[in-house]
């Protein structure tokens, strides 16, 4: 802020210091640089028939000859030659220009008001041709990109309400509830069938049905097919839609400066007149903002045109997850605001939802939809990722579950499962649970560039950048181009730079002793699963454990509590087998990802609990990564000014357009 006003005074500083200097334009025209009231000008220009009918004011005096920017020279020059009928500014019907002059505007209109009238009246039998807009050219594109946009909604319909696929959306359990009632099953049952994942199933009774999954196939696919080929056809489409209306709104504004003689071709250009080309802006910027905001609702475009199948099909899930209810305020002011724009935001949601034919969404709820791609393994586990937690897909259900174990609820639960795993249950659980590693993706400046500059506030920004490019306004959208630029980037970089940080966190190798088939095998740390039996050692612990076995075992805690003093833990007490296992309750027995153990004793066994983003440190990861900040007095309140200011701006728009009575063509951009 404060640096504006250094520059503001700065620039006013550089002109004061000037000296006043004659001002001339491109034909020589004058400006008085006093600032004396009145000013002296340069007469508008004096068109006639034929040359000897010019004023006796209006005349070269003897030895000179008129120039074709209207004054007089005794040699004009090769830049400016002496007057060619031709090239003149007048009307066809009028070639002649008479002798430019400097004087008081309104001497000038006194004295030559007459010829003035006299080209006007001139001007006006000769009128350019102007476009009305509605020639076959036109038409054809109007046609072109109403076809495309009505295409996309007639899909949604098409997808959504006239033909959807019975079952394709089902309950989803959330991975809180889901671990409450989900016990260890049978491995002898699990390894039944090597592409079955047999899992237990909440009850209706627990399910939390708010929470849904649908299932989506489209894009590409593993061998480059598409799976959906009608449409993927109307997404490029609609792609190539949206980039052609931006292309034509950079042409047109090429037009503008370069008229009326083409580099390229030679030729005139379309458009011949300045109103007919700002009526061709206008009509293209309406119909690309509201084109474009209107696709910026979804999740993403491609979401559009993915076909609703059966889970069992998907190659892709559109996760819907309730926002949060918002806690009731004791200010009564900001709970009557909040209230209003929760009327007007919750109308504006279910126009969306009706033009875009959401009907999976559930009714009377308003949330969020996230479209996660499905993963196939080798051994034919079909599962998703969604919030770094693994969904995988349950056949005997014909849904996603969530790929977590829970090894028993009391101590005597842990104690009996002391013996270790087989090869078989490892497999069966791995396939459930998979690897030991948080999901997070490597990130890419580049990717978080394109997700900062794709929010709707850049895009906001960028059709006012367009709104000031004709009508010789390019210096303000350079200047606020430049600006937003800066800003996004600097955003993205510390965006960046946080999600390589997170990246870092979760990285993680090693190798650890377990117990396979009874013997101590030494295995890669991503290879572990809930009920293997590893032998403590100094170093990190990789996964949630809780120790079976042990004399002494040191582990520095400040990883994750911030804690500086090491914390001795010990085994489980035989004593407590009946009581339920909490970590709170019983963390002198729990050892947490994350940590790191700092002395052990021979002899020290542990039993893994929980692996990757079910650990201690995944949930920290987690909430890290879906950190929603709580909602303040200002956050209400500013959204009520942006309203506001959005009211404000209409209605200065429209008294623009009611009292600037001139074409609405220049209308509008004065309005913008």
């Given at each position: 802020?404060?640096?504006?006003?250094?520059?503001?005074?700065?620039?006013?500083?550089?002109?004061?210091?000037?000296?006043?200097?004659?001002?001339?334009?491109?034909?020589?025209?004058?400006?008085?640089?006093?600032?004396?009231?009145?000013?002296?000008?340069?007469?508008?220009?004096?068109?006639?028939?034929?040359?000897?009918?010019?004023?006796?004011?209006?005349?070269?005096?003897?030895?000179?000859?008129?120039?074709?920017?209207?004054?007089?020279?005794?040699?004009?020059?090769?830049?400016?030659?002496?007057?060619?009928?031709?090239?003149?500014?007048?009307?066809?019907?009028?070639?002649?220009?008479?002798?430019?002059?400097?004087?008081?505007?309104?001497?000038?209109?006194?004295?030559?008001?007459?010829?003035?009238?006299?080209?006007?009246?001139?001007?006006?039998?000769?009128?350019l041709v102007e476009y009305t807009l509605v020639?076959?050219?036109?038409?054809?594109?109007?046609?072109?990109?109403?076809?495309?946009?009505?295409?996309?909604?007639?899909?949604?319909?098409?997808?959504?309400?006239?033909?959807?696929?019975?079952?394709?959306?089902q309950p989803l359990c959330p991975t809180s509830?889901?671990?409450?009632?989900?016990?260890?099953?049978?491995?002898?049952?699990?390894?039944?069938?090597?592409?079955?994942?047999?899992?237990?199933?909440?009850?209706?009774?627990?399910?939390?049905?708010?929470?849904?999954?649908?299932?989506?196939?489209?894009?590409?696919?593993?061998?480059?097919?598409?799976?959906?080929?009608?449409?993927?056809?109307?997404?490029?489409?609609?792609?190539?839609?949206?980039?052609?209306?931006?292309?034509?709104?950079?042409?047109?504004?090429?037009?503008?400066?370069?008229?009326?003689?083409?580099?390229?071709?030679?030729?005139?250009?379309?458009?011949?007149?300045?109103?007919?080309?700002?009526?061709?802006?206008?009509?293209?910027?309406?119909?690309?903002?509201?084109?474009?905001?209107?696709?910026?609702?979804?999740?993403?475009?491609?979401?559009?045109?993915?076909?609703?199948?059966?889970?069992?099909?998907?190659?892709?899930?559109?996760?819907?997850?309730?926002?949060?209810?918002?806690?009731?305020?004791?200010?009564?002011?900001?709970?009557?605001?909040?209230?209003?724009?929760?009327?007007?935001?919750?109308?504006?949601?279910?126009?969306?939802?009706?033009?875009?034919?959401?009907?999976?969404?559930?009714?009377?709820?308003?949330?969020?939809?996230?479209?996660?791609?499905?993963?196939?393994?080798?051994?034919?586990?079909?599962?998703?990722?969604?919030?770094?937690?693994?969904?995988?897909?349950?056949?005997?259900?014909?849904?996603?579950?969530?790929?977590?174990?829970?090894?028993?609820?009391?101590?005597?639960?842990?104690?009996?499962?002391?013996?270790?795993?087989?090869?078989?249950?490892?497999?069966?659980?791995?396939?459930?649970?998979?690897?030991?590693?948080?999901?997070?993706?490597?990130?890419?400046?580049?990717?978080?560039?394109?997700?900062?500059?794709?929010?709707?506030?850049?895009?906001?920004?960028?059709?006012?950048?367009?709104?000031?490019?004709?009508?010789?306004?390019?210096?303000?959208?350079?200047?606020?181009?430049?600006?937003?630029?800066?800003?996004?980037?600097?955003?993205?970089?510390?965006?960046?730079?946080?999600?390589?940080?997170?990246?870092?966190?979760?990285?993680?190798?090693?190798?650890?002793?377990?117990?396979?088939?009874?013997?101590?095998?030494?295995?890669?740390?991503?290879?572990?699963?809930?009920?293997?039996?590893?032998?403590?050692?100094?170093?990190?612990?990789?996964?949630?454990?809780?120790?079976?076995?042990?004399?002494?075992?040191?582990?520095?805690?400040?990883?994750?509590?911030?804690?500086?003093?090491?914390?001795?833990?010990?085994?489980?007490?035989?004593?407590?087998?009946?009581?339920?296992?909490?970590?709170?309750?019983?963390?002198?027995?729990?050892?947490?990802?994350?940590?790191?153990?700092?002395?052990?004793?021979?002899?020290?066994?542990?039993?893994?609990?929980?692996?990757?983003?079910?650990?201690?440190?995944?949930?920290?990861?987690?909430?890290?990564i879906s950190f929603r900040r709580h909602k303040?007095?200002?956050?209400?309140?500013?959204?009520?000014?942006?309203?506001?200011?959005?009211?404000?701006?209409?209605?200065?728009?429209?008294?623009?357009?009611?009292?600037?009575?001139?074409?609405?063509?220049?209308?509008?951009?004065?309005?913008?």
């Open positions: 802020m404060y640096h504006h006003f250094f520059f503001i005074i700065y620039f006013y500083f550089i002109i004061l210091l000037q000296q006043p200097q004659p001002v001339f334009g491109d034909y020589g025209d004058f400006v008085d640089p006093t600032f004396e009231c009145p000013a002296k000008t340069t007469c508008p220009i004096v068109c006639v028939a034929t040359g000897t009918t010019c004023p006796s004011s209006l005349s070269c005096p003897n030895n000179t000859n008129l120039c074709n920017d209207g004054t007089c020279e005794n040699d004009c020059t090769a830049a400016n030659a002496a007057f060619d009928p031709t090239s003149s500014p007048c009307p066809s019907c009028m070639p002649i220009i008479c002798p430019k002059v400097i004087n008081y505007f309104d001497t000038c209109k006194r004295d030559y008001h007459v010829y003035y009238n006299l080209t006007s009246q001139c001007k006006r039998e000769e009128k020639e076959p050219p036109f038409i054809l594109a109007y046609v072109l990109f109403t076809l495309i946009s009505s295409a996309m909604f007639l899909w949604c319909a098409y997808n959504q309400r006239w033909c959807p696929i019975p079952e394709s959306t509830e889901y671990a409450s009632h989900h016990h260890l099953p049978h491995e002898t049952s699990m390894s039944d069938s090597p592409t079955t994942t047999t899992t237990s199933t909440v009850t209706n009774s627990t399910t939390n049905h708010s929470w849904t999954q649908t299932g989506y196939k489209g894009g590409l696919t593993f061998y480059g097919i598409f799976t959906n080929p009608i449409g993927m056809f109307l997404y490029y489409c609609m792609m190539l839609n949206l980039l052609s209306l931006n292309f034509i709104l950079a042409i047109l504004t090429y037009w503008y400066y370069k008229r009326p003689i083409s580099p390229i071709t030679g030729k005139k250009e379309i458009f011949q007149d300045d109103v007919n080309l700002l009526q061709a802006f206008e009509i293209t910027w309406i119909v690309a903002f509201g084109l474009t905001f209107l696709v910026k609702w979804p999740p993403s475009i491609l979401s559009l045109y993915l076909r609703r199948c059966l889970l069992e099909q998907a190659t892709h899930v559109a996760i819907y997850t309730p926002r949060e209810e918002e806690k009731h305020v004791d200010d009564m002011e900001v709970q009557m605001v909040s209230n209003f724009l929760n009327k007007l935001s919750s109308l504006f949601y279910h126009m969306m939802r009706w033009i875009f034919s959401d009907v999976h969404t559930p009714q009377g709820s308003r949330g969020e939809v996230i479209y996660c791609p499905v993963y196939t393994e080798s051994n034919g586990s079909r599962y998703i990722i969604f919030r770094l937690r693994r969904y995988v897909y349950d056949y005997k259900t014909n849904k996603f579950e969530p790929g977590s174990i829970d090894i028993g609820t009391t101590l005597g639960d842990f104690s009996d499962a002391k013996q270790g795993l087989e090869t078989s249950q490892v497999f069966v659980r791995r396939r459930l649970v998979g690897p030991n590693t948080i999901d997070i993706k490597k990130p890419f400046f580049l990717r978080t560039m394109i997700q900062e500059f794709s929010k709707p506030f850049y895009t906001y920004q960028l059709y006012m950048v367009w709104a000031w490019f004709p009508f010789n306004y390019y210096f303000m959208a350079i200047i606020q181009s430049t600006i937003i630029i800066t800003g996004g980037l600097s955003v993205s970089f510390f965006l960046y730079r946080n999600e390589r940080n997170l990246y870092r966190l979760s990285r993680v190798s090693g190798h650890v002793h377990v117990l396979r088939d009874e013997s101590l095998v030494l295995i890669s740390q991503d290879e572990l699963v809930p009920g293997d039996v590893v032998e403590i050692q100094p170093g990190m612990i990789f996964a949630d454990m809780i120790i079976l076995s042990t004399e002494v075992v040191i582990v520095d805690e400040s990883a994750l509590t911030g804690e500086s003093t090491p914390m001795t833990k010990t085994a489980m007490d035989s004593s407590e087998s009946q009581r339920i296992f909490h970590p709170q309750t019983h963390k002198k027995y729990f050892l947490s990802a994350g940590t790191t153990c700092t002395e052990a004793s021979s002899q020290s066994f542990a039993l893994v609990l929980k692996t990757g983003s079910y650990t201690a440190k995944g949930e920290l990861l987690r909430d890290v303040f007095k200002f956050d209400t309140q500013v959204n009520l000014v942006v309203l506001i200011l959005a009211c404000y701006g209409i209605f200065g728009f429209l008294m623009t357009i009611h009292y600037y009575k001139d074409h609405f063509a220049y209308e509008f951009f004065y309005g913008m």
